[in-house]
T-cell receptor, first 114, second 111 residues
Framework: KAGVTQTPRYLIKTRGQQVTLSCSPI?????VSWYQQTPGQGLQFLFEYFSETQRNKGNFPGRFSGRQFSNSRSEMNVSTLELGDSALYLCASSLESGLDYEQYFGPGTRLTVT | SQQGEEDPQALSIQEGENATMNCSYK?????LQWYRQNSGRGLVHLIL?????REKHSGRLRVTLDTSKKSSSLLITASRAADTASYFCATDANYGQNFVFGPGTRLSVLP
């Protein structure tokens, strides 16, 4: 079974631009969560989507948004990029929503904002 | 502040030795999970332990949970160079809404 895939793997953007990251979960997984990882803040939860609905949202500004499609693939968008948005963005999928299920992580998208 | 806090922040051992990492958390949990991350890559799930369990094993891994002390430990026995990675605990705090990850322990296993 193929793992979680994320595209692109690396991205360089300029402050003020916007960016869209993509995540394809493991086949059959219906929940997709997004995390931001930085050296200073560690791993922080962005949001979770389940059956095309945002189930939970972390403490991030409205510039961060996401969506999930009917095939469970998910995208996250960051508008008006700031230097502090430079991070590794990780997507994780799980069979169902809920914290009893292990999460399977993708390799991440490394975003650099200049 | 972080719900889970791993200790130590960094650990360096020789191949063949055992490595112990600890995780402390603040609020009550239903379960706790341990993950491993190789440098700059995605996380890999290691073990899930529920609040009514005290110990779980998986291969060379042993996880304990002490809910009275709000702490968990991960023991890796007979470590290998390939175990070099960062290890994170994740708890289902935040009122069960989402996982909260600790800052991680960076383990280096020297050949």
């Amino acid at each position: 079974k193929a793992g979680v895939t994320q595209t692109p793997r690396y991205l360089i953007k300029t402050r003020g631009q916007q960016v869209t990251l993509s995540c394809s979960p493991i086949s059959g997984h219906r929940s997709v969560s997004w995390y931001q990882q930085t050296p200073g803040q560690g791993l922080q939860f962005l949001f979770e989507y389940f059956s095309e609905t945002q189930r939970n949202k972390g403490n991030f500004p409205g510039r961060f948004s996401g969506r999930q499609f009917s095939n469970s693939r998910s995208e996250m968008n960051v508008s008006t990029l700031e230097l502090g948005d430079s991070a590794l963005y990780l997507c994780a999928s799980s069979l169902e929503s809920g914290l009893d299920y292990e999460q399977y992580f993708g390799p991440g998208t490394r975003l650099t904002v200049t | 502040s972080q719900q889970g806090e791993e200790d130590p922040q960094a650990l360096s051992i020789q191949e063949g030795e055992n490595a112990t990492m600890n995780c402390s958390y603040k609020t009550s949990i239903n379960n706790l999970q341990w993950y491993r991350q190789n440098s700059g890559r995605g996380l890999v799930h290691l073990i899930l332990i529920r609040s009514n369990e005290r110990e779980k094993h998986s291969g060379r891994l042993r996880v304990t949970l002490d809910t009275s002390k709000k702490s968990s430990s991960l023991l890796i026995t007979a470590s290998r160079a390939a175990d070099t990675a960062s290890y994170f605990c994740a708890t289902d705090a935040n009122y069960g809404q989402n996982f909260v990850f600790g800052p991680g322990t960076r383990l280096s296993v020297l050949p």
